[in-house]
Antibody, heavy 119, light 111 residues
Framework: QVTLKESGPGILQPSQTLSLTCSFSGFSLSTSGMGVGWIRQPSGKGLEWLAHIWWDDNKRYNPALKSRLTISKDTSSNQVFLKIASVDTADTATYFC???????????WGQGTLVTVSA | DIVLTQSPASLAVSLGQRATISCRASQSVSTSSYSYVHWYQQKPGQPPKLLIKYASNLESGVPARFSGSGSGTDFTLNIHPVEEEDTATYYC?????????FGGGTKLEIK
């Protein structure tokens, strides 16, 4: 059974760095073909893909935010991390992590963590 | 970036009838073998749930009243017959290139 859970700071101030953690079970990022992605959703709005990382440490970023994003993984602890630098109020959203299996879609999602950027 | 345009933005369908949602891509997202479009259902306060992968392949555990079709730039999600529990927002997503993008969503209400 695949499960994912996001954790984050809840609230942070503009210009700070947002650090998010995705803790997962039911699969391993040391297994060929496995990946984890991050997607965000401002309240009442649509979905925006941010980044994903594969079992072989291959990383892909949304070019619109690439300069601010860093994705990484700790295979031994079954965690994936996302950092977003220099946040502002536009980064206020629910952040989801999602499993990517052998296809480039998202069959399993965490419940999301709400991040609010406010002075 | 590939833009996915969903229509309508919202629709109300009577219980037991058919709901049809369109997703149009700004460029082709299909090869001769696969169409790289996937459909999700999202209910308030919940994460999206994968319904259809590669345009027409029903995800395991998803009721057969959901179906997907299309190729190239035009894709459709059909729900028939609709049930009360289908009240949700539906999104398409492509995996043709980076960045992955989602459609703007279609909100379905059951009358």
């Amino acid at each position: 059974q695949v499960t994912l859970k996001e954790s984050g700071p809840g609230i942070l101030q503009p210009s700070q760095t947002l650090s998010l953690t995705c803790s997962f079970s039911g699969f391993s990022l040391s297994t060929s073909g496995m990946g984890v992605g991050w997607i965000r959703q401002p309240s009442g709005k649509g979905l925006e893909w941010l980044a994903h990382i594969w079992w072989d440490d291959n990383k892909r970023y949304n070019p619109a935010l690439k300069s601010r994003l860093t994705i990484s993984k700790d295979t031994s602890s079954n965690q994936v991390f996302l950092k977003i630098a220099s946040v502002d109020t536009a980064d206020t959203a629910t952040y989801f992590c999602a499993h990517m299996g052998d296809g480039n879609y998202f069959p399993y999602w965490g419940q999301g963590t709400l991040v609010t950027v406010s002075a | 970036d590939i833009v996915l345009t969903q229509s309508p933005a919202s629709l109300a369908v009577s219980l037991g009838q058919r709901a049809t949602i369109s997703c149009r891509a700004s460029q082709s997202v299909s090869t001769s073998s696969y169409s790289y479009v996937h459909w999700y259902q999202q209910k308030p306060g919940q994460p999206p749930k994968l319904l259809i992968k590669y345009a027409s392949n029903l995800e395991s555990g998803v009721p057969a009243r959901f179906s997907g079709s299309g190729s190239g730039t035009d894709f459709t999600l059909n729900i028939h017959p609709v049930e009360e529990e289908d009240t949700a927002t539906y999104y398409c997503q492509h995996s043709w290139e980076i960045p992955r993008t989602f459609g703007g969503g279609t909100k379905l209400e059951i009358k």
